[in-house]
């Protein structure tokens, strides 16, 4: 898990930014692949980090964990729609690409694979493409309705909605659907895939999936 408690100095001292270009151009010399990883909701991004994890030594940070720690601090109840109004006031602040921008800060440097899971603007995808520049390899991951309903339901994530009705509005969301451009905008970050994996078959599947996906890349 991420450590939070510098996160508002990164916010408010432009030499910070500075620092974190700095040392992601060091992290770009040394790791072999940064994965990314977007997609619909529930449709399996945990899944599918655990595939990579399986068959790759890496390291893995997630986007939303930063917005936890946030709410966290401010001693805040979460759910979903609460991380994505903070997601949104971050990014509306500081720039689409805070959240890759402070993500990149707790990447370790022994890791020949990095996993960045989370993506959900067009502006992280611009920031860690920029940075990273070809090792920098982004996928999609969906799975239709139903089977990404039924698996929201059976994981008790305390964050995920209620029912159906209240997943229906959550998706909207999550998928840009009016929402401004600092908002979500899964949809848009799934057309700048470099590859988009159909997970709705069993874990054995998504697990040769992925190691297909990756190793045709390295």
């Known amino acids: 898990m991420l450590p939070h408690k510098n996160i508002n100095r990164c ?8 620092h974190l270009l700095a040392l992601i ?12 990883l977007t997609g619909t909701l529930g449709s399996g991004k945990e899944m599918a980090k655990l595939a990579i994890k399986k068959n790759f030594s890496c390291y893995y940070v997630t986007l939303s964990t930063i917005i936890r720690g946030e709410l966290e601090k401010k001693k805040q109840t979460f759910n979903r729609t609460k991380l994505q109004e903070l ?13 890759a921008m402070l993500a990149v800060e707790y990447l370790p440097r022994n890791k020949d694979l990095i996993i960045i899971d989370g993506i959900r603007n067009p502006g992280e995808v611009e920031y860690l493409r920029k940075k990273f520049g070809g090792q920098f390899f982004l996928i999609a991951i969906d799975a239709p309705q139903e089977v990404r309903w039924e698996r929201i339901q059976k994981r008790g994530d305390k964050a995920d909605p209620k029912n159906l009705e209240e997943f229906a509005e959550v998706e909207k969301r999550d998928l840009g659907e009016g929402e401004p451009d600092y908002g979500q905008q899964v949809k848009a970050c799934m057309k ?6 159909m997970n709705d078959g069993s874990v054995e599947d ?13």
């Open 11 to 18: 916010f408010i001292k432009n030499g910070r930014e500075k």
């Open 25 to 36: 151009t060091k992290y770009s010399k040394m790791v072999k692949l940064v994965v990314g």
């Open 87 to 99: 997601g949104d006031q971050m990014r509306k602040q500081y720039g689409p690409h805070i959240l």
């Open 192 to 197: 700048l895939a470099d590859v988009t994996i």
């Open 206 to 218: 998504l697990e040769k999936k992925m190691k297909d996906a990756i190793q045709a890349r390295v």
